[in-house]
T-cell receptor, first 113, second 113 residues
Framework: EDQVTQSPEALRLQEGESSSLNCSYT??????LFWYRQDPGKGPEFLFT???AGEEKEKERLKATLTKKESFLHITAPKPEDSATYLC??????????????FGQGTILTVHP | ETGVTQTPRHLVMGMTNKKSLKCEQH?????MYWYKQSAKKPLELMFV???????ENNSVPSRFSPECPNSSHLFLHLHTLQPEDSALYLC????????????FGSGTRLTVV
């Protein structure tokens, strides 16, 4: 069974204080790892997809990286508007998990001005 | 319209009422999902439909009844709900067989009184 664990559960940063969120995973044949951002009361919004170890993707102040066991979401010089819950999910290739995303519990990021 | 549309955005219902949530996807995807998200809890997968056929029911109480009349529409019929059913209900769609993730709707905030 595919599993995703995110840490920390919550992270408080000062504006401009860079940090990283972690997503550890076990999956039967990784077909993709996904990062989403979710604002309170809204649906998750897609950020990145990573497909293979060593891959990196960037968007504004966010950079996602991938190894064979974990992914990091690096936040450089965050701003208050980056405050949200960040979700990680994996898409596996095997058995009953085929076509189905497995989500982590999310990291709640709060950036103080 | 584009993406995944959910209606209504907010719903307040009594425990004896019957109501329905609607989801429509305009992406040509072949799978649709219902998730429940309670306060400070991770996403809980409720139902999965692949090509209009229900392929997963994660031990959801019978007071929740899904319906998928075609690959673009998904409903969640609600009856005799409990206050603990109050949550954000999210619909998502995907293309099974691709390596792309889910596209989520904005959700329906349900309050049971």
């Amino acid at each position: 069974e595919d599993q995703v664990t995110q840490s920390p559960e919550a992270l408080r940063l000062q504006e401009g204080e860079s940090s990283s969120l972690n997503c550890s995973y076990t999956v039967s044949g990784l077909r993709g790892l996904f990062w989403y951002r979710q604002d309170p009361g809204k649906g998750p919004e897609f950020l990145f997809t990573l497909y293979s170890a060593g891959e990196e993707k960037e968007k504004e102040r966010l950079k996602a990286t991938l190894t064979k066991k974990e992914s990091f979401l690096h936040i450089t010089a965050p701003k208050p508007e980056d405050s949200a819950t960040y979700l990680c999910a994996v898409l596996g290739a095997g058995g009953t998990s085929y076509g189905k995303l497995t989500f982590g519990q999310g990291t709640i990021l709060t950036v103080h001005p | 319209e584009t993406g995944v549309t959910q209606t209504p955005r907010h719903l307040v219902m009594g425990m004896t009422n019957k109501k329905s949530l609607k989801c429509e996807q305009h992406l040509g995807h072949n799978a649709m999902y219902w998730y429940k998200q309670s306060a400070k809890k991770p996403l809980e997968l409720m139902f999965v439909y692949n090509f209009k056929e229900q392929t997963e029911n994660n031990s959801v109480p019978s007071r929740f009844s899904p319906e998928c009349p075609n690959s673009s529409h998904l409903f969640l019929h609600l009856h005799t709900l409990q206050p603990e059913d109050s949550a954000l209900y999210l619909c998502a769609s995907s293309q099974v067989g691709s390596n792309y993730g889910y596209t989520f709707g904005s959700g329906t905030r349900l309050t049971v009184v």
